[in-house]
């Protein structure tokens, strides 16, 4: 029997995004959440970037300057002047205005008008009566084309009413960022201006030019694999759509196709890679980064594919969305805070506590990417490797009694996570050196289950104080892309050694299951025990469980060492070089409000007249390589 070729290492090379914390791309996001423990200039630098995306400075020549003089501003003055401004704008915070007053939400209040001891009377335009007309309305013709109406029973009406929102905190982007001013973003829904953002931030990232990886691959050996839970629900999405009947206006052509839980891959594919390879949208609730991960890491590992955008945008800031979940129970609400507190006022800045005297969770938009390549085409071309995805595990809780329920599915898959690293790392990396990303939703059922799951796991692998962190704390729970804010703050522990605490918390709550782990609540300094290994946990409703194991880039560079061998990875170092300095080049224009946002509409369109076709391969103009139709039969043994 033939051993199995080795599998190709998903390795990340890229990563960008924006949430709550700002941008995702050079760990600035990640910056935020761990501010206080930075070296001044990292910390400065980062603070400028903010100040710059939410408008409260601006950039003259490559230089920042003041809003109201154009004199030029020093990143100490920055900080001194700014720098409060910035913190108070941006993680979870009160729901601003610019997405609803949620002291006096619009609604429509269902009402009866009864006529007394008189007929009820009244005028309006003909073109404004009902169709068709009640029988029991009588008609008068007016000029102008008006008409009286005279009613002799009741008349059923909604009036416009406005009522206080009980959840009044969200994870936002920084106060006065508008992501679609980045390109031209007209009609698209909130959560595809984040799609097209962030993907954006993260092919960016990566320092080498999309047509350069396009010339090192096949057209069809790209993949993009991307989601979101909640569709696109406002205006310009299904929100308009499903709305437009009751409130008397017209569907648009646009609010049915752009509403679709598939567009965040698919305007990825179409307006900024032109990529005609695999494209996945796969949703597994909360869960769905990981579940998109998966398919990207097995295609990758199996050589079916070998670039990768993987990546969730979810914009569910809206009074329908919060009001679905605060029904169930699920978010936390001001009054159950105020009780939590014993206080008279609810801090909205610490509304998501996990592990902690919580009430619920906190809801959040966000947009997150990665981009993947496989470990020889990374190497070929110097990409820079930030980690490798080794194994996503899921799997589902069984029979349910409830559908938002946890069960068992979180159990095998984090037991399964744990050993398949232990195979790759050892076991005294897995006991000293690894941590855990958790689901951390900041519930009081979560607090328990979740931390159960890892005090068993820690208890059959012999780990004590295994550090566990939730960046739910900082930027809330943005539904799809929530794992990826767990990957992407792993990279920045990477590369920092800091784990940001969990600081919304005073202590742990005494039902967390925390004899074996280590859940602080400060930011935990690991610069010099550096992790090997960190898992992300994700739990969605419906039993959509799923937990990767993500490496370290350090372990990975001796891994590929040993797969290459000393010379091969000193060309590719050598590479590597031009990579840093340009990903380098593209952060430094970001931080100026430069975000070189790619959005290709209308562009670069395929003449489908000048596709090349015969029996071995498919050419396309555009490409430089074939697509190979050269296949073997994978089942020969059963001919």
Same mark, same amino acid.
């Given at each position: 029997?033939?051993?199995?070729?080795?599998?190709?290492?998903?390795?990340?090379?890229?990563?960008?995004?924006? #949430?709550?914390?700002?941008?995702?791309?050079?760990?600035?996001?990640?910056?935020?959440?761990?501010?206080?423990?930075?070296?001044?200039?990292?910390?400065?630098?980062?603070?400028?970037?903010?100040? !710059?995306?939410?408008?409260?400075?601006?950039?003259?020549?490559?230089?920042?300057?003041?809003?109201?003089?154009?004199?030029?501003?020093?990143?100490?003055?920055?900080?001194?002047?700014?720098?409060?401004?910035?913190?108070?704008?941006?993680?979870?915070?009160?729901?601003?205005?610019?997405?609803?007053?949620?002291?006096?939400?619009?609604?429509?209040?269902?009402?009866?008008?009864?006529?007394?001891?008189?007929?009820?009377?009244?005028?309006?335009?003909?073109?404004?009566?009902?169709?068709?007309? @009640?029988?029991?309305?009588?008609?008068?013709?007016?000029?102008?084309?008006?008409?009286?109406?005279?009613?002799?029973?009741?008349?059923?009406?909604?009036?416009?009413?406005?009522?206080?929102?009980?959840?009044?905190?969200?994870?936002?982007? @920084?106060?006065?960022?508008?992501?679609?001013?980045?390109? #031209?973003? +007209?009609?698209?829904?909130?959560?595809?201006?984040?799609?097209?953002?962030?993907?954006?931030?993260?092919?960016?990232?990566?320092?080498?030019?999309?047509?350069?990886?396009?010339?090192?691959?096949?057209?069809?050996?790209?993949?993009?694999?991307?989601?979101?839970?909640?569709?696109?629900? %406002?205006?310009?999405?299904?929100?308009?759509?499903?709305?437009?009947?009751?409130?008397?206006?017209?569907?648009?052509?646009?609010?049915?196709?752009?509403?679709?839980?598939?567009?965040?891959?698919?305007?990825?594919?179409?307006?900024?890679?032109?990529?005609?390879? +695999?494209?996945?949208?796969?949703?597994?609730?909360?869960?769905?980064?990981?579940?998109?991960?998966?398919?990207?890491?097995?295609?990758?590992?199996?050589?079916?594919?070998?670039?990768?955008?993987?990546?969730?945008?979810?914009?569910?800031?809206?009074?329908?969305?919060?009001?679905?979940?605060?029904?169930?129970?699920?978010?936390?609400?001001?009054?159950?805070?105020?009780?939590?507190?014993?206080?008279?006022?609810? %801090?909205?800045?610490?509304?998501?506590?996990?592990?902690?005297?919580?009430?619920?969770?906190?809801?959040?938009?966000?947009?997150?990417?990665?981009?993947?390549?496989?470990?020889?085409?990374?190497?070929?071309?110097?990409?820079?490797?930030?980690?490798?995805?080794?194994?996503?595990?899921?799997?589902?809780?069984?029979?349910?009694?409830?559908?938002?329920?946890?069960?068992?599915?979180?159990?095998?898959?984090?037991?399964?996570?744990?050993?398949?690293?232990? =195979?790759?790392?050892?076991?005294?990396?897995?006991?000293?050196?690894?941590?855990?990303?958790?689901?951390?939703?900041?519930?009081?059922?979560?607090?328990?289950?979740?931390?159960?799951?890892?005090?068993?796991?820690?208890?059959?692998?012999?780990?004590?104080?295994?550090?566990?962190?939730?960046?739910?704390?900082? !930027?809330?729970?943005?539904?799809?892309? =929530?794992?990826?804010?767990?990957?992407?703050?792993?990279?920045?522990?990477?590369?920092?050694?800091?784990?940001?605490?969990?600081?919304?918390?005073?202590?742990?709550?005494?039902?967390?299951?925390?004899?074996?782990?280590?859940?602080?609540?400060?930011?935990?300094?690991?610069?010099?025990?550096?992790?090997?290994?960190?898992?992300?946990?994700?739990?969605?409703?419906?039993?959509?469980?799923?937990?990767?194991?993500?490496?370290?880039?350090?372990?990975?560079?001796?891994?590929?060492?040993?797969?290459?061998?000393?010379?091969?990875?000193?060309?590719?170092?050598?590479?590597?070089?031009?990579?840093?300095?340009?990903?380098?080049?593209?952060?430094?224009?970001?931080?100026?409000?430069?975000?070189?946002?790619?959005?290709?509409?209308?562009?670069?369109?395929?003449?489908?007249?000048?596709?090349?076709?015969?029996?071995?391969?498919?050419?396309?103009?555009?490409?430089?390589?074939?697509?190979?139709?050269?296949?073997?039969?994978?089942?020969?043994?059963?001919?």
């Amino acid at each position: 029997m033939a051993h199995p070729s080795p599998s190709r290492l998903p390795v990340i090379v890229g990563f960008g995004g924006f #949430n709550a914390a700002g941008r995702a791309s050079a760990h600035h996001a990640y910056r935020r959440m761990v501010i206080e423990s930075l070296p001044a200039n990292d910390r400065q630098e980062t603070l400028a970037g903010l100040a !710059v995306m939410m408008g409260l400075i601006g950039v003259a020549e490559g230089q920042y300057i003041r809003l109201d003089n154009d004199q030029p501003l020093t990143l100490d003055q920055i900080e001194a002047e700014f720098g409060p401004a910035v913190l108070d704008g941006t993680l979870i915070r009160r729901i601003e205005k610019t997405f609803f007053d949620v002291d006096a939400v619009h609604w429509q209040k269902s009402s009866l008008l009864n006529a007394a001891t008189q007929p009820l009377v009244v005028e309006m335009s003909r073109r404004d009566l009902p169709e068709p007309i @009640p029988a029991q309305w009588d008609i008068e013709e007016l000029e102008a084309g008006r008409v009286r109406v005279t009613l002799a029973d009741s008349l059923a009406v909604k009036l416009d009413s406005y009522r206080d929102m009980p959840v009044k905190s969200a994870g936002q982007l @920084p106060r006065g960022f508008d992501p679609g001013a980045l390109y #031209n973003s +007209h009609f698209h829904p909130r959560a595809l201006q984040l799609a097209v953002i962030g993907a954006s931030d993260a092919v960016r990232s990566v320092g080498v030019e999309w047509s350069e990886i396009m010339e090192a691959v096949k057209p069809d050996e790209v993949g993009v694999y991307a989601s979101n839970v909640m569709s696109q629900m %406002d205006e310009n999405g299904f929100g308009g759509l499903l709305q437009s009947r009751l409130k008397g206006g017209r569907v648009s052509t646009k609010q049915c196709p752009l509403g679709l839980s598939s567009m965040p891959a698919d305007f990825v594919n179409a307006y900024i890679l032109g990529s005609v390879g +695999h494209t996945g949208a796969i949703a597994g609730a909360c869960a769905s980064f990981l579940y998109n991960l998966r398919a990207a890491v097995e295609d990758i590992s199996s050589g079916k594919c070998r670039v990768a955008i993987v990546g969730n945008a979810e914009a569910p800031i809206t009074p329908e969305i919060i009001d679905g979940y605060a029904t169930m129970g699920a978010l936390a609400s001001e009054d159950k805070l105020k009780k939590l507190d014993d206080s008279d006022t609810a %801090d909205p800045r610490r509304t998501s506590r996990p592990f902690g005297e919580n009430c619920g969770f906190t809801i959040a938009e966000a947009s997150q990417y990665i981009v993947l390549m496989d470990d020889a085409l990374a190497l070929e071309l110097g990409a820079d490797i930030h980690g490798a995805v080794s194994d996503v595990f899921i799997n589902a809780d069984g029979f349910k009694k409830s559908i938002s329920a946890p069960g068992p599915g979180n159990y095998i898959t984090m037991a399964k996570a744990v050993a398949a690293a232990r =195979a790759i790392v050892g076991d005294e990396a897995i006991r000293q050196r690894s941590m855990v990303q958790a689901h951390g939703s900041s519930t009081p059922q979560n607090r328990v289950t979740e931390s159960q799951i890892f005090d068993q796991v820690a208890k059959v692998f012999d780990i004590e104080n295994w550090p566990v962190s939730a960046v739910k704390a900082y !930027v809330g729970h943005s539904l799809s892309p =929530a794992s990826g804010e767990q990957l992407i703050t792993s990279l920045g522990i990477f590369k920092y050694g800091i784990v940001p605490g969990i600081k919304t918390i005073d202590k742990v709550a005494d039902d967390v299951f925390a004899e074996r782990l280590q859940l602080p609540v400060r930011d935990m300094d690991r610069r010099e025990t550096p992790f090997d290994v960190i898992f992300l946990n994700s739990k969605g409703f419906g039993g959509n469980n799923a937990t990767a194991g993500v490496i370290a880039p350090q372990v990975v560079e001796k891994m590929l060492s040993r797969r290459y061998g000393a010379e091969r990875i000193s060309e590719y170092v050598q590479r590597r070089e031009k990579t840093r300095a340009t990903a380098a080049a593209y952060d430094a224009a970001a931080l100026k409000g430069h975000f070189q946002t790619i959005y290709h509409f209308g562009e670069g369109l395929i003449d489908e007249s000048q596709i090349g076709m015969d029996s071995t391969s498919v050419t396309l103009p555009g490409f430089a390589q074939p697509i190979d139709l050269r296949f073997t039969n994978r089942f020969d043994d059963m001919v």
